[in-house]
């Protein structure tokens, strides 16, 4: 009898061991695979230091026409069906000298908050700003303003949008309403008036202009 009770303690205690290593086994294995923004993110990150891959975080209040400016970026031609971005939205684009990952936040007051910690992590921030939404140019301007503040070196690319609008503002006095005037003469910051319409960035900011200049930055 005791030596049929050592027997079932040995073959419990060993069951309890492969059970264990099994679950540590399976945790690592699966560890990738529990889906949340954050790790979704990071595991991005990691990939993408691996590669010569540049992020371009895109801002800007929301309706301005980031999500337009990624379609046109990406090919995807016309801005219809762009829907307002409650988290990110991300695309890439391959170009001979590296990749360019855009990365739109939503522009939305709740996200606002958040913009500031995707600073550290990007090479050059492109800010949109819809140039017939005169009312809202001041708010455009702080926010801008607070993202300058925050990171002091990062190269900055201001497209002001909707230039197809009739109330549009026209590029120097977007300059003048933006203040982009007071910023450090060493800042590498550019303004350039763009729309994104059927056909991308066309007429008054081509594609290719934009990207030269983004890569001139990277
Ligand atoms: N006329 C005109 N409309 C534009 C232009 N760019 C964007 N739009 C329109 O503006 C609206 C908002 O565009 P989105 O690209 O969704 O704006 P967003 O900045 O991504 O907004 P959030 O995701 O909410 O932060 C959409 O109805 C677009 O079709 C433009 O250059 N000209
Ligand atoms: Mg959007």
Not at 30 to 58: A, I
Not at 66 to 85: D, I
Request: net charge neutral; hydrophobic share 40%.
């Amino acid at each position: 009898m005791v030596v049929l009770r050592h027997i079932s303690v040995a073959f419990s205690a060993a069951m309890a061991a492969v059970g264990t290593a099994l679950f540590i086994a399976l945790n690592i294995f699966y560890k990738r695979r529990v889906w949340s923004p954050e790790s979704d993110y990071y595991t991005f990150r990691e990939e993408e230091e691996e590669r010569s891959e540049k992020q371009v975080l895109v801002l800007g209040l929301d309706g301005a026409g980031k999500s337009s400016v990624l379609q046109g970026l990406s090919g995807a031609g016309s801005r219809k069906g762009c829907r307002p971005t409650r988290g990110f939205n991300f695309i890439s684009l391959h170009t001979p000298a590296c990749q360019l990952d855009f990365l739109e936040i939503g522009g939305g007051e709740d996200l606002r908050m958040y913009w500031v910690d995707y600073l550290r992590r990007t090479h050059i921030l492109v800010y949109v700003v819809d140039s017939s939404d005169r009312g809202r140019l001041p708010q455009a301007k702080d926010e801008l303003h607070r993202l300058l503040k925050a990171d002091t070196d990062l190269p900055v690319v201001v497209l002001g949008n909707k230039q197809d609008k009739p109330d549009a503002v026209s590029v120097p006095e977007l300059r003048e309403a933006l203040s982009l005037s007071s910023v450090a003469d060493q800042r590498k910051l550019f303004l350039l008036a763009s729309q994104s319409g059927s056909d991308g960035l066309s007429r008054t900011c081509s594609l290719q202009k934009f990207q030269d200049l983004l890569l001139t930055l990277v």
